[in-house]
């Protein structure tokens, strides 16, 4: 033990000695390193504790050596001054010159030592600047510029959108397809490869029982894999043998993650079977790790879409009224994305069968693949590389603010910089320790900025962006190679200006006449990036603070129900049509169909329960339209919206919601199948069909049917999936009186706990049918809350950029203030002899900190208006102008300006005239 | 002649040395006695004022080492050069005039101070 210390305490102190001038290293190099043995020994013999803290003492000992400036003669500097060896000819210059890279850095390193606290504000300044960046590259490194995993060539994949213009509406772009596009598809010239899939988080239920648990599917075509060019970690993918639509094989590829976890990442796995949503499957390949398809999202398990198109529609290979698959293609070589829209069109429209006549005319295009499903870039894409320029405001005024506080300290620095211009150093070589110094401590603000990129870029992953797999550690190679890149350009920046204006021959002269600095005011250079940065910090908390807003916007809007006292389960049995008996077969569907009111009237009696109904179709969760004809119209006016939407609901429906009705009623156990059809529209499409009377007793026809059902209420406007919508068409019709839709979902409003709620209610529905493997039981909110999240990733983040950017500013101006009384204590000296109060010194320290601040404010206000236009997208219902924010961020400015201000205050009320006259 | 005063971990040295050569680590040692644990230097804070020393002429490097029994092989000894003693008297004489002159005075006329 004893030996590993000594030896470890030597490395370390033989490592920092080369930080001393090499002539001392020479001489005394080894008489230091065999003290400190001797010391440590003689310290072990008294205990390991005593060895340790000697063992410390002489590591610190060696860099206290370095401090002492005094400590050096006249002829250790000699050995080191600049400019003074003999410069060799030819090749000889080479090695000279990284003899002189080599000294810099060590005096450099010297320097910094020298000076812990300086040195620290420095580092923890740039350190923040450079990891939020690092963060924010890569966050967004992930999203837009990396993109998906085990892709080849991504750059010649692409999705499909297309892009039509329902009458009435706004052109619609999306990047939903059926079957039927993807077929139309495969003979196109311009494609080397076409394939469709989909992605459904929680879409299938893994195992039975008590430990079943829903995990994210994929469903694809086989021909998804050989486009993306994936290699299997285990096993291989589904063929297209296997993919049949005639004859789908029960296979499946599962993912990376659920193989480490479900199957303990055991190699025999090929070949063992996987249930899923209570059928068994064979697993015949495991996905390579990272691999999410082309998208983001982590994918557990890959299914044949043979397997799964049924059960969205029927006939769904031929169906051209379903749209629920992606698109991805392979560009071939040479091909053009022009050349591709165009082809694709064309196929498309000589073969669309549809009922839908605005697609007759719809365009295909293809887009880059790091775009979002649709096509188009996610919220969350954007707002991420919004978040990448704001920190990079961030950046530029921790550069600010090192400039600032170098500049200060040189001036207490001109002294040696001018002996060493006085005694023959080039201006160039001073230029070049000085700029050494500067990348030394930049580099070191990045090193400590990869800690603060880890957490930063942690925190955001879990809490901001769960959607999306991070294949990749928070901080991996790309993000340390831009680290530096970034710690390199900081360390320019920052030394270049102080380094130029340190080292002009001026200087010189002023060192021999003796004049003070600081003849004017603040000097400009400084003033002025005092204001930059308090226009910088104006900018970002206004950017906050917008975010802020639209999220409180957001939380308090009406959806027209209230998701967070909804509680809806849907019951998963296996499959009817595997009755073989069709007597039989009918007697199930019919006891399943009686299943729901009997349930209903237990849980209406249970006390937890405040009301319960039934509803195919449910905002946010599952949506329904129908054709309607209204007598007397021969066309009916479509909205931005949609619509009409359709609901088929029971009796409480809208006391287990919570959506209002304004006029009329709601329905009553008497409007069932079989009673006189009727409905309840929402306010909008009272206003739309009958703007001038009163829609209680006007009647429609729905569908097929012939009747015309009488309205007997309007109920208010609910949102039907989005946060953000136009106003649309919709309607509701009691349960009984549909056709051709099925599949209720139970609905609870719960009184009290919901959660509490929803467990004994899941447990009430199993016990009743045991034919039911599962119920999937969701609060409403659930669904919503997702929806939320770029407003909540932008408030947030910006929030905490604002607030960093706040410090790092309040504490430029601190410093420039308090360097400014440092110097010109003479010149307070003279006003306090000429009869100034301290209280008037102390005044004039306040204004100038405040006129900086308001002049910062003034400037950064009119950079938000002027970038208002870019940033309206991103709010929700609030002005870029809101003057609310801009009130709030002037206030918090002026007042934090007037904290950093109060100190360096202080002190130059506290200023002896006498000893700040004193000539030096 | 020294335009500046030496520190006193320098004094000390001189002042040890003056006595008899002595090696590094008898040095410090030294040092550490004679001013009762007040001044400890660390290795290389010795070193780097023996340095100075040396560039200043001060200590020179001894030439003889001691009898075999009581030489340390590994060590370099050093002893003090003429120039040392002039200058240690010197700076002795200087701090001893310090102390005296910081002294408070004896004459009632002291209370009134500037």
Redesign the interface.
């Known amino acids: 033990m004893l030996a590993i210390l000594i030896t470890a305490c030597r490395s370390v102190v033989g490592v920092l000695l080369l930080f001393h001038a090499r002539a001392f290293r020479r001489q005394f190099q080894a008489d230091i390193l065999n003290d400190v043995t001797d010391d440590i020994r003689r310290a072990a013999a008294a205990g390991a504790w005593p060895a340790l803290r000697t063992a410390a003492a002489a590591a610190g000992d060696v860099v206290s050596g370095l401090r002492s400036a005094h400590g050096t003669t006249a002829a250790d500097a000699g050995r080191t001054i600049p400019g003074m060896t003999a410069e060799p000819a030819g090749a000889g210059r080479a090695r000279v010159w990284i003899l002189d890279a080599w000294r810099d850095v060590r005096l450099s390193i010297r320097g910094v030592l020298r000076e812990p606290a300086f040195s620290a504000s420095i580092i923890i300044t740039l350190a923040l600047g450079i990891g939020v960046n690092a963060a924010m590259f890569g966050v967004v490194d992930r999203l837009l510029l990396g993109g998906p995993e085990h892709v080849r060539e991504p750059e010649r994949v692409r999705r499909l959108q297309i892009a039509f213009q329902p009458a009435g509406r706004d052109l619609q772009r999306t990047g939903a397809f059926g079957y039927t596009t993807y077929k139309t598809l495969q003979p196109a010239t311009a494609f080397d490869a076409v394939a469709a899939y989909s992605i459904t988080e929680n879409g299938v239920l893994l195992g039975s029982g008590i430990e079943a648990r829903r995990i994210n599917r994929g469903e694809a075509t086989a021909d998804l894999f050989t486009l993306l060019g994936v290699v299997p970690a285990l096993g291989r993918f589904y063929t297209g043998s296997e993919d049949d639509p005639a004859a789908p094989q029960r296979v499946v590829v599962i993912g990376y993650g659920l193989w480490q976890r479900d199957f303990a990442g055991r190699r025999d796995v090929v070949g063992q079977s996987i249930t899923l949503d209570n059928a068994t499957y064979s697993i015949v390949g495991v996905a390579p790790k990272g691999f999410t398809g082309p998208d983001l999202m982590r994918v557990d398990v890959w299914m044949p879409e043979s397997l799964l198109g049924r059960t969205r529609v029927t006939n769904w290979t031929r169906a051209w009224n379903a749209w629920w698959l992606s698109i991805v293609v392979r560009l071939k070589p040479g091909v053009t994305p022009e050349a591709a829209d165009a082809e694709a069109t064309a196929l498309f429209r000589g073969a669309f069968a549809g009922s839908d006549s605005s697609r007759t005319k719809a365009t295909l295009s293809v887009q880059p693949l790091v775009h979002g499903t649709d096509g188009v870039e996610s919220m969350e894409s954007r707002v991420s590389t919004w978040l990448w320029i704001v920190a990079g405001i961030v950046l530029l005024i921790a550069c600010a603010n090192v400039v600032n506080l170098v500049l200060a300290h040189q001036i207490g620095q001109r002294r040696d910089v001018a002996v060493r211009l006085a005694i023959g150093a080039s201006r160039g070589r001073v230029i070049r320790l000085l700029v050494t110094e500067a990348l030394t401590l930049a580099l070191a603000g990045g090193a400590a900025g990869l800690a603060v990129a880890y957490g930063v870029a942690t925190f955001m992953r879990r809490w901001l962006i769960p959607g999306v797999e991070w294949s990749r550690p928070p901080v991996d190679v790309r993000v340390l190679v831009v680290s530096i890149v970034i710690s390199v350009i900081a360390g320019l920046l920052v030394g270049l200006v102080p380094a130029w204006r340190a080292s002009s021959p001026a200087l010189v002269a002023f060192l021999k006449s003796g004049i003070r600095e600081g003849g004017g005011r603040v000097g400009r250079t400084r003033a002025a990036l005092t204001m930059a940065q308090a226009a910088l910090s104006a900018l970002l908390l206004v950017g906050s603070g917008l975010f802020v807003v639209s999220l409180a916007h957001i939380r308090a809007m009406d959806l027209g129900l209230q998701p967070d006292r909804v509680l809806t389960f849907s019951v998963l049995r296996s499959s009817v049509n595997a009755i073989a008996d069709p007597a039989e077969r009918q007697r199930e569907r019919e006891r399943r169909v009686a299943f729901y009111p009997d349930v209903l009237d237990r849980l209406r009696q249970r006390p937890d329960v405040e009301a319960a109904s039934l509803a195919i179709g449910l905002p946010f969760s599952v949506g329904f339209g129908d054709d309607i004809r209204v007598p007397g119209r021969d066309t009916l006016p479509q909205l931005k919206g949609g619509g009409p939407y359709l609901y088929v609901v029971s009796a409480d429906y809208f006391k287990t919601v919570g959506t209002r009705i304004v006029r009329g009623r709601a329905f009553t156990p008497g409007d069932r199948a079989g009673s006189a059809p009727v409905a309840i529209v929402n306010e909008t499409m009272a206003a739309t069909l009958w703007p001038t009377e009163d829609a209680i007793g006007k009647c429609f026809s729905i569908g097929q049917s012939p009747a015309c059902a009488e309205i007997v209420g309007v109920a208010v406007d609910t949102h039907q999936a989005r946060l953000r919508e136009d106003a649309a068409m919709a309607f509701y019709i009691p349960l009984g009186q549909e056709q051709g839709f099925s599949g209720p979902q139970l609905l609870v409003r719960p009184r009290g706990d919901a959660g509490n709620t929803l467990t004994e209610v899941r447990r009430l529905l199993m016990s009743l049918d045991p034919t039911i493997f599962f119920v999937n039981a969701v609060i409403l909110q659930d669904r919503v809350d997702p929806l939320m999240r770029p407003w909540q990733l932008g408030a947030t983040m910006f929030s905490l950029m604002g607030v960093l950017a706040l410090i790092v500013a309040s504490l430029g101006l601190y410093s420039v203030l308090s360097y400014l009384v440092t110097q010109r204590g003479h010149e307070i000296g003279v006003r306090m002899a000429l009869g100034a109060r301290p209280a008037d010194i102390a005044r004039l320290v306040v204004r100038e900190g405040l006129t900086l601040t308001i002049g910062g404010i003034i400037a950064g206000f009119v950079l938000a208006i002027a970038a208002s236009g870019f940033v309206e997208p991103l709010l929700f219902d609030t002005s870029p102008r809101e003057p609310l924010v801009f009130g709030s961020v002037a206030a918090l400015l002026v007042a934090t300006a007037a904290l950093a201000t109060l100190r360096p205050a202080g002190r130059a009320r506290r200023v002896n005239p006498v000893d700040a006259m004193r000539v030096e | 002649m020294l335009t500046r005063s030496l520190?006193p971990v320098a004094v000390l040295v001189l002042s040890s040395l003056a006595e008899a050569p002595r090696h590094?680590?008898s040095l410090?040692k030294d040092v550490k006695d004679r001013s009762g644990g007040d001044v400890s230097?660390?290795?290389?804070?010795?070193?780097?004022?023996?340095?100075?020393l040396l560039?200043?002429g001060l200590i020179a490097e001894c030439r003889e080492r001691p009898a075999p029994e009581h030489d340390d092989s590994?060590?370099?000894y050093f002893q003090i050069t003429t120039t040392g003693r002039r200058t240690l008297a010197a700076e002795l004489s200087r701090l001893e005039r310090l102390v005296v002159a910081a002294r408070p005075r004896r004459h009632a006329a002291s209370k009134s101070r500037p």
């Open positions: 520190s590094g680590y410090k230097p660390g290795a290389t804070s010795l070193y780097r004022t023996v340095w100075q560039d200043l590994r060590r370099r």
